[in-house]
Nanobody, 129 residues
Framework: QVQLVESQGGSVQAGGSLRLSCVASGNTRSRYCMGWFRQAPEKEREGVAILSILNRAPLNAYYTNSVAGRFTISRDNADNTVYLSMNSLKPEDTAMYYC???????????????????WGHGTQVTVFS
């Protein structure tokens, strides 16, 4: 079992920044992919940024096109935490953000929610114009 706990999100004006964190506990060594999905009202859950992990070190980072260059995913091995730094936020970034973990992922599968078997409860991010 893996437990994922997200930090509190927030409300920010367009152009601003927020950083989310996700603390993982439990059998984290069995999960080689961790990262973030988001879901806006009446939209499907979308992969935002995922980090593949090898020997507890980040291997590859994947981003959806709409956040590439604005969001950065990172990991702190010391405290099993994954971060999502979000800059130049836009109103369309408004969504519930979920931390997720999967036993594997790759360039062709990282965005597929069905391969992620552990999820946090979600944290709301609101960007107002």
């Amino acid at each position: 079992q893996v437990q994922l706990v997200e930090s509190q999100g927030g409300s920010v004006q367009a152009g601003g920044s927020l950083r989310l964190s996700c603390v993982a506990s439990g059998n984290t060594r069995s999960r080689y992919c961790m990262g973030w999905f988001r879901q806006a009202p009446e939209k499907e859950r979308e992969g935002v940024a995922i980090l593949s992990i090898l020997n507890r070190a980040p291997l590859n980072a994947y981003y959806t096109n709409s956040v590439a260059g604005r969001f950065t995913i990172s990991r702190d091995n010391a405290d099993n935490t994954v971060y999502l730094s979000m800059n130049s936020l836009k109103p369309e970034d408004t969504a519930m953000y979920y931390c997720a973990a999967a036993p594997y992922c790759g360039s062709a599968s990282w965005y597929q929610a069905e391969i992620f078997d552990f999820w946090g409860h979600g944290t709301q991010v609101t960007v107002f114009s």
